[in-house]
C-alpha cells in the first residue's frame, strides 16, 4: 500500500523538495550567495556580469550536493578556480544566507509527504533521511518530521565520515546501514538528478523521483536512473 515493489523494506528520504520546501529556500539562497560573487569578479575584472540561473544552474550543478561540491561545480562551469579557503567561504556564505532566510520564513512541509510518512511509520517502513544539508536536524526538529523518522545521514556526518556526495552513492548506502538493510531492499526518494543517479549507482531495489518542478524535470529524473516518477508522495499511496 506504500507503492514499493516487494521485498523493499525501507525509505531513504532526501529532504529539500521531498519531504520540505526548503528546496526553493536553498535556491534563493544559492542566488543571493552566487551573483554577490559574480558582481564583484564583473566589476573586479571588467568582465560582463552573468547571473546565477536558478534553474538550469540550480538543477545541473548544486542541487541535492554538499555545498563545497556545488560551488566547486558551479564555478568551474564558468571557467573559474578558487583557492578551497575561498570555496569554503562561499559555501559558508550561503548556509549564512539559508539559515536567514529560514528564521525569517520557516520551512514548509508538504502535506503528501507528511501523510506518507505516517503511513510508511504505521505499515512499518524502516525510515532515514539522507541529506547533504549540514542543517538537517534543525529543520527536522523545526517542522516535527524528527518524530517520523528513525535517524538521518546529513552534511554533519558526511563531512566527519569522508562520504563521497551525490552522484556517488555513499550517503544512501550509509543510510541503508543505519537500519541494517541491504541496498536490494531499500527505496530512494530523490527530487534531484545527483540523488537519483546516487540512487541507480548503489543498486537500490527502487528508486522514486520526484518532480516538484515540471518542465521536463520528470524525463530528466528517469533518465538519470527513477523507476517511477510523481509530483508528490501522496501518489504512491493512491497506486
Request: net charge negative.
Amino acid at each position: 500500500m506504500l507503492g514499493l515493489p516487494k521485498g523493499v523494506t525501507a525509505g531513504l528520504f532526501d529532504l529539500d523538495g521531498v519531504l520540505t520546501d526548503t528546496a526553493a529556500v536553498h535556491n534563493r539562497a544559492w542566488t543571493e550567495t552566487f551573483d554577490a560573487f559574480l558582481r564583484e569578479r564583473a566589476r573586479r575584472t571588467g568582465e560582463p556580469f552573468v547571473a546565477f540561473d536558478p534553474v538550469a544552474d540550480y538543477e545541473t550543478y548544486v542541487d541535492g550536493k554538499p555545498r563545497a561540491d556545488g560551488v566547486r561545480d558551479f564555478l568551474a562551469s564558468r571557467g573559474i578556480a578558487l583557492p578551497e579557503a575561498e570555496i569554503t567561504g562561499l559555501a559558508d556564505r550561503k548556509n549564512e544566507a539559508l539559515l536567514r532566510r529560514i528564521r525569517a520564513d520557516g520551512v514548509e512541509v508538504f502535506s503528501g509527504s507528511m501523510r506518507y510518512l505516517e503511513a510508511a511509520r504505521d505499515r512499518g517502513l524502516r525510515r532515514v533521511v539522507v541529506s547533504a544539508s549540514a542543517n538537517t536536524a534543525q529543520v527536522l526538529a523545526i517542522t516535527g518530521l524528527a518524530g517520523l523518522v528513525e535517524g538521518w545521514i546529513d552534511g554533519i556526518a558526511i563531512a566527519r565520515r569522508g562520504l563521497k556526495g551525490k552522484p556517488a552513492p555513499d550517503t544512501f548506502l550509509a543510510g541503508a546501514s543505519f537500519v541494517g538493510v541491504e541496498p536490494e531492499h531499500a527505496a530512494v526518494f530523490e527530487d534531484a538528478l545527483a540523488g537519483v543517479a546516487a540512487g541507480r549507482a548503489g543498486g537500490f531495489g527502487f528508486v522514486v523521483g520526484v518532480d516538484r518542478v515540471g518542465h521536463g524535470h520528470a524525463d530528466a529524473l528517469r533518465e538519470h536512473g527513477a523507476d517511477i516518477v510523481v509530483r508528490d508522495l501522496a501518489e504512491l499511496l493512491e497506486a
